[in-house]
C-alpha cells in the first residue's frame, strides 16, 4: 500500500500545541509532496498546509500560516503538521495526501493528490 498514515490527533485544550505525523512507506516517501487537509464537522474540506518532495517549497492556507509548520523528515519517511495556538474552530478531520509530483511543486489543489490516508481527528476544547 503507497497510502500514507496520519496519527497523532487527539482531545487538546485550547491554547495547546499538537503535532501530527503522515508516514508513507520508505521506498515511495521521497516521491511525494505532502499536503495537509482538514475537514471540520457540515463544513467542507480545506488546504492547511503542503510541502515539496525535497522540503525546500512550502504553502499554507492564509488562515492558519501563522500558527501552523509543515516538515518533513526522510529519515523517518514522514512528514509533520506542527499546530500551535490551538482554537476550538480547528477542530476536524485532518488528512494528509501524497502527490506524485515535479521536485519542487507544492500544491493547494486537492485534486492534484493522488493517495490520501485515513485521516485523525483533532479535537480542541474551549
Known amino acids: 500500500q503507497d497510502q500514507p498514515v496520519e496519527s497523532g490527533g487527539g482531545l487538546v485544550q485550547a491554547g495547546s500545541s499538537l503535532r501530527l505525523s503522515c508516514w508513507a512507506p520508505?521506498?515511495?516517501?521521497?516521491?511525494?509532496?505532502i499536503g495537509w487537509f482538514r475537514q471540520a464537522p457540515g463544513k467542507e474540506r480545506e488546504f492547511v498546509a503542503a510541502?515539496?518532495?525535497?522540503?525546500?517549497?512550502?504553502k499554507y492556507a492564509d488562515s492558519m500560516k501563522d500558527r501552523v509548520t509543515i516538515s518533513r523528515d526522510s529519515d523517518k519517511s514522514t512528514a509533520y503538521l506542527q499546530m500551535n495556538s490551538l482554537r476550538s474552530e480547528d477542530t476536524g478531520v485532518y488528512s494528509c495526501?501524497?502527490?506524485?509530483?515535479?521536485?519542487?511543486?507544492?500544491?493547494?489543489?486537492?485534486?492534484?493528490?493522488?493517495?490520501w490516508g485515513r485521516g485523525t481527528q483533532v479535537t480542541v476544547s474551549s
Open positions: 510541502i515539496s518532495r525535497e522540503g525546500s517549497v512550502t
Open positions: 520508505r521506498r515511495v516517501f521521497s516521491r511525494y509532496a
Open positions: 495526501a501524497a502527490d506524485t509530483t515535479v521536485l519542487y511543486r507544492a500544491t493547494t489543489d486537492p485534486e492534484e493528490y493522488n493517495y
